[in-house]
């Protein structure tokens, strides 16, 4: 069984900077996909960005150029770095993997970002 664990949110202001980790309990080697999903109040989880074993990334429209995702294989951990943070931002983000035809996902870690 695959876990995921996120670490990173919390508060910060609006122009602000965050960093979200997800740890893996097994090597992301072996993982197909890799990526952050967020859910705001009131709203459908959406997609932020995936990034594949080979490196291949894909980054939401609503987030392009303010964040990028990357990996460290020897970690076993994926990022999430979040620039120019803005209100709409404010979610719970979800890490997310694709591993053995199945997706599994960590607990989420809140991000509020206030204006």
């Known amino acids: 069984q695959l876990q995921l664990v996120e670490s990173g949110g919390g508060l910060v202001q609006a122009g602000g900077s965050l960093r979200l980790s997800c740890a893996a309990s097994?090597?992301?080697?072996?993982?197909?996909?890799m990526g952050w999903y967020r859910q705001a109040p009131g709203k459908q989880r959406e997609l932020v960005a995936t990034?594949?074993?080979?490196?291949?990334?894909n980054v939401a429209d609503s987030v392009k150029g303010r964040f990028t995702i990357s990996r460290d294989n020897a970690k076993n951990t994926v990022f999430l770095q979040m620039n120019s943070l803005k209100s709409e931002d404010t979610a719970v983000y979800y890490c997310?993997?694709?591993?053995?035809?199945?997706?599994?996902w960590g607990q989420g870690t809140q991000v509020t970002v206030s204006s």
């Open positions: 990034i594949t074993s080979g490196g291949n990334t």
């Open positions: 997310n993997a694709l591993w053995v035809l199945s997706d599994y």
């Open positions: 097994e090597t992301i080697r072996s993982i197909g996909r």
